[in-house]
């Protein structure tokens, strides 16, 4: 197929995202050499064939490993042909294991006296997964073997030998093993790699929105729809820019301070928690931040946000006010040092009537931000909210909407 420059090749699916693959040339897709859907395709193998025009491409010599996936280890091991010694029994316990695999499966292999060769493999890169074992076991009909009663072969004069008892039916009706995406795989890794490497702190504030709800009645009456969320994230922006410690990523063993304030706002998406990022958001308006993060959420939800969309950020906010969650604490993206956790508004009695205010919780790495410092963050934090205007870069609410329009 002839392909031009900026024509789609193919989609990519990493860890996090889909990719596009443009081409940068005029010429001929000759050949693909990894097809739809393939899996675990190897980081620089050879993925097609781009010839230009009157190329002889048949001519071309491909490598025969080109493109093809890693063999399992599996399929090595059962190549390789078994020397058994005659007159030497085999202890029953000694089993050889060919494939990548925890320890929970190494046991069962064990108790059933199973190799690992002998069971396919369905887990990614070759990993054999208990339910395979499980699996294996229940269509062979196996008997957990006596591990007592095994050991050298028993002579003819010996007494009699020991029976093996029938074990019961392996208990996978108890439970059911669920897949794990490259993406949720790769949110357990961050999430563990945060808790045991970030010392989390915490701090909580509440704030009034009541200025913020009226404000936005009004923005809409003028055809402007924004959500509190939006800002939300127009306030967390001014109060880094006013309190910059705050406004860091940790590297190198230390804190660096970034030179612009990047959002990462968590979006929720059928394959877990990714955080697109709203980048220069103190030089956004409030309008403007709520088209940009519109535009992220869908494209996170159809998975096709580019690596800049997603990667980086200094600063992340996660909102679940909307779910009816009071408030909450959460876990801090590295390398970001701080997150805010913003929970749902709620009513509370005043001396001056009912007021609306909301709890939000700051999750801060406490080698780089100190308990000062995240106070005068929350501090700021509540004053631009409670006083939105500010918002709205020094205009006055008779002219929000031009306010918007630059």
Known sequence: ?????????????????????????????????????????VVGSLIALLVEEG?????????????????????????????????????VATVEHSHLMGPSVKKLLHEYNIESSAVPATGRSGVLLKG????????????????????????????KPVQTPVASSPASANYVDIPLTNMRRTIARRLTE???????????????VGAVTELRKTLTNEG??????????????????????????????????????????????PNGLITPIVRGATYLTVDQISRTVKELAVKARDGKLQLHEF?????????????GISEFTAVINPPQI??????????????????HRMTVTMSYDSRAISEIEA???LQEFRNVMENPKSMLSGTNLDAEAEAFAF
């Open 55 to 91: 190329d002889d491409w048949k001519s071309v010599q491909i490598p025969a490993d080109a493109g093809a996936k890693p063999q399992p280890v599996a399929a090595a091991a059962a190549s390789a042909p078994t020397t058994v010694p005659v007159g030497k029994p085999q202890p």
């Open 132 to 159: 395979d074992v499980l699996d294996y076991i229940t269509a062979k009909n196996l008997k957990r073997v006596d591990q007592r009663a095994a050991g050298p072969a028993q002579s003819p004069s010996s007494s």
């Open 311 to 323: 990667q980086g950020g200094s600063f992340s906010i996660s909102n679940l006010g909307m779910f």
């Open 1 to 41: 197929d002839p392909v031009s420059p900026g024509d789609v090749l193919c989609d990519i699916e990493t860890d996090k995202a889909v990719i596009s693959m443009d081409t940068e040339e005029t010429g001929v897709l000759a050949k693909i050499l990894a097809p739809d859907n393939s899996k675990d395709v």
């Open 194 to 208: 945060s808790k045991t490497t970030i010392p989390h702190a915490y701090a909580s504030i509440e704030s009034d």
């Open 224 to 269: 402007i729809k924004v959500s509190v969320n939006d800002f939300i994230i127009k306030a967390a922006a001014l109060a880094l820019q006013r309190v910059p410690r705050v406004n860091a990523i940790w590297a190198n063993e230390g804190p660096q301070l970034s030179q612009t304030v990047d959002i990462s706002v968590a979006v929720a998406t």
């Open 338 to 355: 701080a997150i805010l956790a913003v929970g749902t508004s709620r009513p509370v009695a005043t001396m001056n009537g009912n007021r």
């Open 375 to 377: 106070t005068q963050w």
